[in-house]
C-alpha cells in the first residue's frame, strides 16, 4: 500500500467515526434535556500531585543520560584560489543547516572576480563525555583540520577544547576540557548489543539542541561499506540526522554502547532508518591507545585476504565457506616469516573462529605490534596450527594495509596475450614476472562483473603456474568448470573464481 492509498483511507475511517460520534452526541444531547438535574455534582478520581506522573518510557535513563552528551562546534581558516563566493541558502534557511555530519559549511554561488583568498569553515557535531576530569568522545571528522573547537554543555556553558588525538581509521577523536566534576556517562559493554534491542541517540542534529531519538539495534558487525578503513558498525533505526555525529548511542539502562557515525540516506541528506555507530568497545581501545601512546599502534600480519566465496569453495575443494583465504604473503612480512603460505585458509585467531576478511582484519588491528598470534590453518585438506609474531603496521605503506581488503573478483571473457618485459614494467612489475596479461575484457561476462581488470597478469591456473597463452589455454582445459585463477595486479596478487 503506498503512502498517498494509506491517507486517503485513514481520512474516510476518520470521517466515518466522526460521523458516528456526531450522530452519538445528538442522542446525548437531546437525553441531556430530559433528565438535566442543576447542581449536582459528580465524583472523579484526581490524581496525586505528591505521586507524580507514571513512567512507561525512558524519561529517567534520559535525564541521567542528556547532560553527558555536549554540542561540538569547530573552525577553521582554509585558503583558495577561485571567485568571491557568497552562501546561498534556500528559503532563508541558516547556514548551519548546510553541514552534515560535521561536514562543512559549503559556498555554492560564484559573484567576484578569482583571486586568492581565506574564508572560514565552520562545522557542528557532538561528544560524549567519558571521565569527571574532562575527556570527551567523539568522531574525527568532526574536528579533523579544526584550528577552534568548543564544547556546549547541556546547561548552557561553553569551554574551549583541545585536541587530545585522533584516529582517521576508526573515526575516533578524544577531546579534553579544564576543569573537573563533569557529569559522565557510564560505559556499557557493545558485545552484549543483541538484535532487537532499545536503542536511544542523542545529539545535537542540526544545532536545534538536544535531541533523543529511539530505535533498536537493527545489525552488528557492519562492514565492508566504504566509510572508514576499520569497520565493525552498530547498526540501528534510531533516527540520526546531521549533527549526530560523535553523539551517544545507548542502551535502556544508559549505558554508552556507541558513538554514532553514519546514515546511509541515498543522497536525501537525512535520517532514512540506517544509522551506524562505532562500538564504544572499539572506541575505548582506541582512546586508550591515544591516551597512553599518543597514537594508535597497530599489529601488522602481513597477508592480503580473501572472503570464501561458493565458486572458490567449490573450486578448492573445501568442504565449507569457513575461514579467510590468503591471496598473498608480504615477502618479508611477519606470516612469510612464520610459514603462512598463498593459498592457506586461516580458520580462526587465537581459538576464535574467523568468518570473513573483515573480522580477520579487526581482531588483528586491535593486537598490540610485537604479540604473538596462534593460527589455525587449512591447507590441502589438512588442518594446521602456527604461531605469528606481529610486526607494526605501516603507515607509509599502501600496500601494507592490515589484512588486506575483501576481494571477491572473478576472470571469464578475455583476451589475453604473453607478457614480455617492456608490458610487465609498464604494468609496475618486474621486468622477470612471467604469465600472461589481460588486455581486454567483456564488461557484461561473469568473471568480468566479479573483478577480473585490463592489466592484471595471469600467473597460475589451479595453483599450477602459465607462462604464456598455450599453457593457459591448457590449464584452464584440465581445470575443467571451476578454474582458479591466480592473478598479479600491480605487484599483489589475489585469487579468482568463477
Known sequence: MNLQGFTNKTKVIAGAAILFLGMAGWGVAHASQKFFTPGVHIAMKMADPAEGPSRTGFAPVVKSVLPDVVNISTSKMVKSNGPEQQFDMPDGMPPFFQQFFGQQFG??????????????????????????????????????????????????????????????????????????????????????????????????????????????????????????????????????????????????????????TAILSHGSGGNEGIGFAIPVNLARSVMTQILDHGKVDRAYLGIMVQDVTPSISKAMNLKDMKGVLVGDVNPSGPAQRSGVQRGDVILEVNGKPMGDSRELRMTISMMSPDSTVNLKVLRDGKTMDTSVKLGELPTDNEKAKAEGESSEKALDGVNVENLDAQTARQLGLPAATTGVVVTEINPSSPLAAAGMQRGDVIQEVNHQPVKNVAQLEEAVRKAGSNPLFLVNRQGSTLFIAE
Not at 561553553?158 to 576540557?177: E, F, P, R
Open 107 to 260: 559556498p555554492n554561488s560564484p559573484n567576484h572576480m578569482p583571486r586568492e583568498r581565506s574564508r572560514r569553515e565552520d562545522s557542528l557535531g557532538s561528544g560524549v563525555i567519558v571521565s569527571p576530569d574532562g575527556y570527551i568522545l567523539t568522531n574525527n571528522h568532526v574536528i579533523d583540520g579544526a584550528t577552534d573547537v568548543k564544547v556546549t554543555f547541556s546547561d548552557k556553558r561553553q569551554l574551549q577544547a583541545k585536541v587530545v588525538g585522533s584516529d582517521a581509521k576508526t573515526d575516533i577523536a578524544v577531546l579534553k576540557v579544564e576543569g573537573s566534576n563533569f557529569p559522565a556517562i557510564t560505559i556499557g559493554d557493545s558485545t552484549k548489543v543483541e538484535v532487537g534491542d532499545y536503542a536511544l541517540a542523542i545529539g545535537d542534529p542540526f544545532g536545534v539542541g538536544q535531541t533523543v531519538t529511539m530505535g533498536i539495534i537493527s545489525a552488528k558487525n557492519r562492514g565492508n561499506l566504504g566509510i572508514e578503513d576499520y569497520e565493525d558498525f552498530i547498526q540501528t533505526d534510531a533516527p540520526i540526522n546531521p549533527g549526530n555525529s560523535g553523539g551517544a548511542l545507548v542502551n535502556d539502562r544508559g549505558e554508552l554502547v556507541g558513538i554514532n
